[in-house]
Structure formats: structure tokens, C-alpha cells
């Protein structure tokens, strides 16, 4: 599969969304209901993840099928999910994102979202090119 890369416009849009909305592609082709996650930016990639439910729910279905859409004010993609735990400098820029991004929350809310156990189901979500919806 070719991966696109995000253009300024779409990272701009997906960084200054305070949620992201996530919906599992089934391998029927047809979506999950839609469920709002926060959503961070690192360098040019854009990143996910949940403080719990690792093994259920919206990101064991993504994680899964490997393929989700996402929509944010502006921006409706479609995009390969790509599992980004184990790398422990980019797991400490990601953590730094969230503390950076979502401090009005608290600091216990934030914090489950920088533990090790979070950081193990962080996903990487790169858009997919017009060809790669095609092939499906």
C-alpha cells in the first residue's frame, strides 16, 4: 500500500481540532459508528491513542482492520492505522503533545493519556491515497 502524506491544510486542521472523530473501516467496507478521540500532531505525522480498552472497542477495531476514517471540522479522510507503541523518544514527544495540547482538562485526566500503559496503544494515522481506495 502507498501512503500519502498530510498536506499543511489537513495537519493544520486535524492539530487545532481539540477532538477527532474516528469511525473502524469493517471489512465489509462500511463504518463504525463515529466516537470523538483526542488527537495530537508530532513533526508532519498525526497520532491517537486510548488509556484503556486496548483489546475492545473503537482501537481494537482499528487496530484490526488496519484502516479507519477520520473527520475533523473541515477534513473527512480516510487513512491506514499503523500501531507507533515500543519507540520511546517519539512516545515522549507524543506524551509532551498532549500535556502541551489538552492542559485546560487537568491534570489527571491528562495525565492516563501519558502513562506507559497509553503510550503502549498510540497509532499512527496516515491518509491513504486515492489509489489505495481504490484497490479496496
Known amino acids: 500500500m502507498v501512503i500519502a502524506t498530510w498536506s499543511s491544510d489537513d495537519l493544520r ?3 487545532s481540532s481539540d477532538e477527532l472523530q474516528i469511525s473502524a473501516r469493517r471489512t465489509d467496507g462500511n463504518l463504525s459508528p ?5 488527537v495530537v500532531c508530532v513533526g508532519e505525522q498525526v497520532y491517537v491513542r486510548t488509556w484503556y480498552r486496548r483489546a ?3 482501537f481494537a477495531q482499528v487496530l484490526d482492520s488496519r484502516r479507519a476514517s477520520i473527520r475533523v471540522p473541515g477534513l473527512q479522510a480516510d487513512v491506514a492505522v499503523e500501531d507507533a507503541a515500543g519507540r520511546r523518544r517519539l512516545q515522549a514527544d507524543i506524551d509532551a ?4 495540547k489538552y492542559p485546560r482538562y487537568g491534570t489527571p485526566t491528562v495525565g492516563r493519556m ?3 500503559a497509553a503510550a503502549a496503544t498510540t497509532l499512527r494515522l496516515d491518509p491513504e491515497c486515492e489509489c489505495c481506495l481504490a484497490a479496496h
Open 34 to 38: 463515529w466516537l470523538p478521540i483526542w
Open 56 to 58: 475492545t472497542g473503537w
Open 13 to 15: 486542521r486535524v492539530g
Open 114 to 116: 501519558v502513562t506507559a
Open 97 to 100: 503533545a498532549y500535556v502541551t
